[in-house]
């Protein structure tokens, strides 16, 4: 199994933060790689998608990037709303994993 | 607009099976896979396999494989995810997920059904 690995766990920070979230795979999965937001008690909301891809409707504050078996999702002001738990995923290879998550919180 | 609304959540004894749904709406189901997610209390997200209704190919993940069945009844545009002896470690949120044309990632999830075993 490919093994996912996002740091930090927990990221504490301001509005208007430039944040960035790293997600590191075990072994090379090209660009399939997928962020998700998750709030409390709500399913995941797909943001970013084959690494570098934004998903419509997500505000363009969201950013991805990378390859193989590095990646990054960054966000350029945090807002209010983008206190959350994010996720990536990768869809390279059976089975599909998720990392373990990293929560943003208030500062 | 795409929807994928799942069945309420379910309390279940040890050992009692289950099956709980997600039903397409709004586009093509037999031509996209659905997949299903477990969020353990408290706990990441795990897939735990996918099907594609078209033709009922079906991929598991190992861990889940032998421990749920994953089916689609593609007339009806509903998948499924059953249990046949549920243990206390199967209480978690369970989301189905469509993947993008494309393998875009997960775009479209339903609600999320609460399978509770004590």
């Known amino acids: 199994d490919i093994q996912m690995t996002q740091s930090p766990s927990t990221l504490s920070a301001s509005v208007g933060d430039r944040i960035t979230i790293t997600c590191r795979a075990s072994?090379?999965?090209?660009?399939?790689l997928a962020w998700y937001q998750q709030k409390p008690g709500k399913a995941p909301k797909l943001l970013i998608y084959?690494?570098?891809g934004l998903e419509s409707g997500v505000p363009s504050r969201f950013s991805g990037s990378g390859s193989a078996t590095e990646f990054t999702l960054t966000i350029s002001s945090l807002q209010p709303d983008d206190f959350a738990t994010y996720y990536c995923?990768?869809?390279?290879?059976?089975?599909?994993?998720f990392g373990q998550g990293t929560k943003v919180e208030i500062k | 607009e795409v929807q994928l609304v799942q069945s309420g959540a379910e309390v279940k004894k040890p050992g009692e099976s289950l099956k709980i749904s997600c039903k397409g709406s709004?586009?093509?189901?037999?031509?996209?896979?659905i997949a299903w997610v477990r969020q353990m209390p408290g706990g990441g997200l795990e897939w735990m396999g996918s099907?594609?209704?078209?033709?009922?190919?079906?991929k598991y993940s190992p861990s889940c494989q032998g421990q749920v069945t994953i089916s689609a009844d593609k007339s009806i545009s509903t998948a499924y995810l059953q249990w046949s002896s549920l243990k206390a470690s199967d209480t978690a949120i369970y989301y189905c997920?469509?993947?993008?044309?494309?393998?875009?990632?997960?775009?479209?999830w339903g609600q999320g059904t609460l399978v509770t075993v004590s």
């Open positions: 997920t469509r993947l993008a044309t494309g393998g875009s990632g997960f775009d479209y």
């Open positions: 709004a586009y093509s189901f037999s031509n996209s896979w």
């Open positions: 099907i594609y209704p078209g033709d009922s190919d079906t």
């Open positions: 072994q090379s999965i090209s660009s399939w």
């Open positions: 084959k690494a570098s």
């Open positions: 995923q990768q869809y390279n290879n059976y089975p599909w994993t």
